[in-house]
């Protein structure tokens, strides 16, 4: 009887081990990167692992996704039409990484699919083409697809979204993108977003999600094409942090796209920088909620922008409440070494601190003179509405300990400048760096 109990008892305990270990590989298999099933036929996922995505070497249009496991590296082509996530279907992850160095595919997520929470999402493009769109975030629906499962569906509480991404990180270095958002598509939630745009070619890019809810977006673009540049699409966001150096924006809006009548997300606080480098054609204040921002109080978007002389193309500058225009002022100093300042424009010297340039031991400083054959001074409170170059002169101080000499003092009487002598001066200048004028002004 004793034996019997104990075959079954080891009967029981085989199978349970067996069992265990059979479903301990398949989760494990479960979280490793691969197409979706019957329902996602046309979707890869990472499930947090990274993976690099490149062209094809069979000839055929979409790209080979590959990533490494116990050490051994993986592949699988997919089709131009698949939707590549960084996450999980349904499953939860703590960060994701995807970086494409070609092929094409339709879409790339940060994150994951319907219900999935991912901590940060790291996305790099380097090339290739991406016929649809770049999200930082999750995807709640991905509408027009064949992909089920449940998804969060309450969309006055999308703050509370079961599909989320709390970091969303997107960098640019090349390739051909048709649409750039920040955030997720959706009734979905991302934290803070960051796009940083190197070069490139974009149609679009949005600050926030294609919908849901951003809480902040930072966006950097350093260089590249980028026809239209848009905060907000549809959703809502609370802040935005544009800032333009390099490269050419088509159509900048500070708010939402005014020509689409689809765009009825809400932005509250937008700043904007256009920088010296950059070159944007159109800048428009954009709408928020629908409506032109600053018509009534339902638009009060709190806005600010800034830009440097030259950079950009205003529409109707009176819609802009708060916006601020720069020139830069480049200083020369005596070895022929220059800084470039930043100056409100209609501003003067005197808002700089030129301590460095008028503080020369062993010379005396005179004052600034206008880049040019002409020679002429500027005072440190003249307007300055215009980039300019300027030089520092300076009058060396005798050295005391020195014999006396009977030097002609061949000052001006009137106080007027030598103009030849500072001619001359700037002449040197652009041959050895130094400019010395000696008794110049009295």
Not at 40 to 51: L, Q, R, V, Y
Request: with cysteine; proline share 2%.
């Amino acid at each position: 009887m004793k034996r019997r109990i104990l075959t079954v008892s080891l009967i029981v305990v085989l199978a349970f081990l067996i069992f265990s270990i059979t479903s301990s590989v398949l989760a494990s298999d479960t979280n490793k990167p691969g197409k979706g099933d019957d329902n996602n036929p046309t979707c890869f996922f990472a499930n947090g692992t990274p993976i690099t995505i490149t062209a094809r070497t069979d000839g055929k249009e979409g790209a080979t996704i590959t990533w490494k496991e116990n050490g051994v590296t993986k592949t699988e082509n997919v089709d131009a039409g698949f939707t590549i996530f960084g996450g999980s279907h349904a499953k939860n992850v703590e960060t994701t990484s995807i970086t494409m160095n070609g092929g094409t595919v339709a879409n790339i997520f940060g994150g994951g699919l319907h219900n999935s929470v991912v901590k940060k999402t790291n996305i790099v493009i380097n090339g290739g083409k991406v016929t649809s769109t770049v999200s930082g975030g999750s995807a709640n629906l991905l509408a027009g697809t064949k992909c089920k499962g449940d998804y969060y569906t309450n969309s006055n509480d999308l703050k509370n979204s079961t599909t989320k991404v709390e970091e969303a990180n997107i960098i640019i270095n090349g390739g051909s993108i048709d649409v750039v958002f920040g955030g997720g598509e959706s009734y979905s939630y991302t934290g803070n977003s960051k796009i940083q745009v190197n070069t490139g070619n974009i149609n679009y890019i949005v600050a926030a999600g294609a919908n849901g809810y951003t809480k902040s977006a930072d966006v950097q673009i350093t260089g590249g094409t980028v026809n239209v540049f848009q905060s907000v699409n549809r959703g809502q966001i609370e802040s935005a942090d544009v800032e333009v150096s390099g490269g050419t924006v088509k159509t900048l809006y500070v708010g939402g796209d005014s020509s689409d009548t689809s765009v009825n997300g809400t932005i509250s606080k937008v700043e904007v920088d256009i920088l010296g480098d950059a070159k944007v054609e159109k800048l428009e204040i954009g709408t928020s909620g629908g409506k032109e921002i600053g018509t009534d109080e339902e638009t009060s978007t709190n806005t600010a922008v800034s830009f440097d002389y030259g950079t950009v193309e205003i529409v109707d500058i009176n819609k802009f409440e708060n916006i601020t225009e720069y020139v830069n002022v480049i200083i020369y100093n005596m070895n022929k070494e220059s800084k470039t300042f930043s100056l409100e424009k209609g501003k003067t010297l005197s808002n700089l601190f030129l301590d460095d340039y008028k503080n020369v031991e062993g010379y005396k400083f005179i004052g600034f003179v206008k880049f040019g054959p002409e020679g002429q001074f500027i005072s440190e409170s003249e307007a300055i509405n215009e980039n300019i170059e300027i030089y520092a002169l300076y009058e060396e101080i005798p050295n005391t300990t020195a014999p006396s000499t009977n030097e002609k003092d061949d000052t001006p009487a009137t106080g007027t400048v030598d103009v030849a002598l500072i001619a001359t001066a700037i002449s040197v200048v652009t041959l050895v760096g130094v400019i010395t004028v000696k008794k110049c002004i009295k």
